[in-house]
């Protein structure tokens, strides 16, 4: 049941260029969240934004929600090669089990 | 900081074993999931436990079986381990729903 999709799928930038990476669902949510998962690890959450909220900013982290376009954005200023990471989203929804649905991801690959 | 430990980061077994991944969360937290993680496929839920002793399959639960007996932890097994299922396995926890998901550094489980 693969709720959201990533676009791009993969992403090659300058180190100081700004990132954009896109989520799109297909069902109401009661959140959206963005994680990041380094090369053989685990993912981190990044930042959490509730429908009925717009934008939310973490450091160089900003995230736009669109619940009308039924879409997200994320978007990282002033890319560090310590960015390199694949990055998701994942759907949160109103229920008791805390379920979420990830997309498939954006490999981001930021180049000294 | 949470901390989310499974038990082997690196695991190869043979076809038709029994196999036990486990997990346990330190911060007492509700909810715990199993996902595996395919190149492509993005992360698949596998079960999830939002209580002790409750459980619920997730999106492909065939094949797999769970434990959760105390909250801290919550065992994932492969009742006759199939090549098949050769994947990144990653768990998470996450205190209540709608809340971010912590995850373990995952076990790169190989089966020959």
């Known amino acids: 049941s693969q709720q959201g999709e990533e676009d791009p799928q993969a992403l090659s930038i300058q180190e100081g260029e700004n990132a954009t990476m896109n989520c799109s669902y297909k069902t109401s949510i009661n959140n959206l969240q963005w994680y990041r998962q380094n090369s053989g690890r685990g993912l981190v959450h990044l930042i959490l934004i509730r429908s009925n909220e717009r934008e939310k900013h973490s450091g160089r982290l900003r995230v736009t929600l669109d619940t009308s376009k039924k879409s997200s954005s994320l978007l990282i200023t002033a890319s560090r090669a310590a960015d390199t990471a694949s990055y998701f989203c994942?759907?949160?929804?109103?229920?008791?089990?805390?379920?979420?649905?990830f997309g498939q991801g954006t490999t981001l690959q930021v180049k000294p | 900081d949470v901390k989310v430990t499974q038990s082997s980061r690196y695991l190869v077994k043979r076809t038709g074993e029994k196999v036990f991944l486990e997990c346990v969360q330190d911060m007492d937290h509700e909810n715990m999931f199993w996902y595996r993680q395919d190149p492509g496929l993005g992360l698949r839920l596998i079960y999830f436990s939002y209580d002790v002793k409750m459980k619920e399959k997730g999106d492909i639960p065939e094949g797999y079986s769970v434990s959760r007996e105390k909250k801290e932890r919550f065992s994932l097994i492969l009742e006759s381990a199939s090549t098949n299922q050769t994947s990144m396995y990653l768990c998470a926890s996450s205190i209540l729903d709608n809340q971010p998901q912590h995850f373990g550094d995952g076990t790169r489980l190989s089966i020959l």
């Open positions: 994942a759907t949160g929804f109103s229920s008791n089990t805390g379920k979420l649905i």
